[in-house]
């Protein structure tokens, strides 16, 4: 038989039983994480601060680096117009992808969403396909369909159909870069929209409907704003990922359209100036999370709005 000694010598040690509990859980989750973080920290944290180091340094006339410490590297960037302006070009071409990532990629991704179950799978398979595709494939696969010249093929069919009286040169032009990072990173716009719209509830656009509102302001009243978690987290990567990349534009931008990762190949494995590749490489971080904190602080500023 239970006595009121019993029970109030059981509720005494709740208590403690439950720091006991809480303190063997928490011990239990850093020993799970300690393998992660020490990836992380020795293969992403010490080369990203050696990184950082190493663009500090100065580099003398033998190719030595050491100290003093300096900034000249960073402001070489800025002062040297070449320099100057593939940062430049880096950012355009950054953005006008992603923009046009996004005007394309929102229709298949309504249509992925909305249609039936087997023309969301053809259509999911077609999206995903070219990502099985080396990057190096499909970039020389660009260069045969862009080739300047009446030999190129885009050039055969404008002729042929007499849209155009001469071959066009897209070639080893910022055009070029653009059009074939949107189908490399083409993927990665679409599939966090489709999952965005997926979770918007279709009553919502019906009941739009219903009380007279056209397609286009449906799409904007309604379907944009819910979907923004898809759009920002699609931007920030098609940006994140052209900004960075380095074998599209040598392969299709030549000369004229020469990116920040291609200046970092070449000053680090042609002209042995490895302070001022580190210099540009810790640039071009900094470009990409500026860009992702921002986007990230405007979805966040929306969603406090939407709470309020």
Do not use: C
């Amino acid at each position: 038989m239970t006595t009121s000694d019993d029970v109030v010598a059981v509720l005494s040690t709740q208590p403690e039983t439950r720091k006991g509990s809480r303190w063997r859980l928490r011990l239990s989750v850093v020993m799970l994480a300690i393998p992660m973080l020490a990836f992380l920290s020795y293969f992403f944290f010490y080369p990203a601060l050696a990184l950082l180091f190493s663009s500090l340094l100065t580099q003398n006339s033998q190719g030595i680096i050491g100290r003093p410490f300096t900034l000249a590297h960073f402001m070489r960037l800025v002062d040297v117009d070449l320099y100057a302006r593939v940062f430049w070009t880096t950012l355009r071409i950054s953005l006008i992808t992603s923009a046009l990532a996004t005007v394309l990629a929102y229709p298949v991704a309504l249509v992925m969403v909305k249609s039936r179950p087997l023309v969301t799978r053809i259509i999911t398979l077609i999206v995903i396909a070219p990502l099985v595709v080396s990057v190096v494939v499909r970039g020389y696969g660009w260069q045969l369909i862009l080739t300047n010249g009446p030999k190129g093929m885009l050039n055969w069919i404008l002729m042929t159909l007499h849209i155009v009286d001469g071959p066009v040169s897209i070639l080893y032009t910022e055009k070029a870069v653009v059009i074939g990072s949107l189908h490399v990173f083409f993927p990665m716009m679409v599939l966090p929209l489709a999952s965005a719209l997926g979770k918007i509830d279709p009553n919502l656009e019906d009941a739009a409907r219903m009380l007279g509102a056209p397609w286009w302001k449906v799409f904007l009243r309604v379907t944009l704003p819910l979907s923004m978690p898809g759009f920002v987290a699609g931007f920030t990567l098609v940006f994140s990922l052209t900004a960075g990349s380095f074998v599209i534009p040598a392969i299709l931008g030549g000369a004229s359209a020469v990116m920040l990762g291609n200046l970092i190949e070449q000053q680090i494995f042609v002209v042995y100036d490895w302070p001022f590749g580190a210099a540009i490489a810790v640039v071009l971080v900094g470009v990409v999370f500026a860009v992702n904190g921002l986007s990230m602080w405007l979805l966040e500023g929306r969603r406090l709005r939407r709470s309020t």
